[in-house]
């Protein structure tokens, strides 16, 4: 099995590329009051230049990944106060290996999926 990590990218299906630019923020939510771990931005691929927690750094439990979706369409020239701040609560377990949360968005809608 592999260690267990956590990594996500960013697609603009609006524009049809990679979200370069899009702040992204890591929170634990489990503990006794939330814990802001990283911020970082995307990369030219809509990748986070490192894993957002790394084999050495993962801890099982509930995390919640914040995207800056309304900063980056307002940056695109499309309407920021539709969406702002996405986002998305996982639960993470030791056993579950490398962990992806991918996020498609536009200025209007969002999804996600595990993926690999």
Known sequence: MKPSALTTHVLDT????PAAGMAVQLWRVDAPAPALLVETVTNADGRTDAPLLSPQDFLPGRYELRFGV?????EQGSDP????????RVGLTAEGGHYHV???????????YRGS
């Open 14 to 17: 609006a524009a049809g590329r």
């Open 70 to 74: 309304g900063d980056y369409f307002a």
């Open 102 to 112: 991918p996020l498609l968005c536009s200025p209007w809608s969002y999804s996600t």
């Open 81 to 88: 106060d539709y969406l702002d701040w996405v986002a998305i």
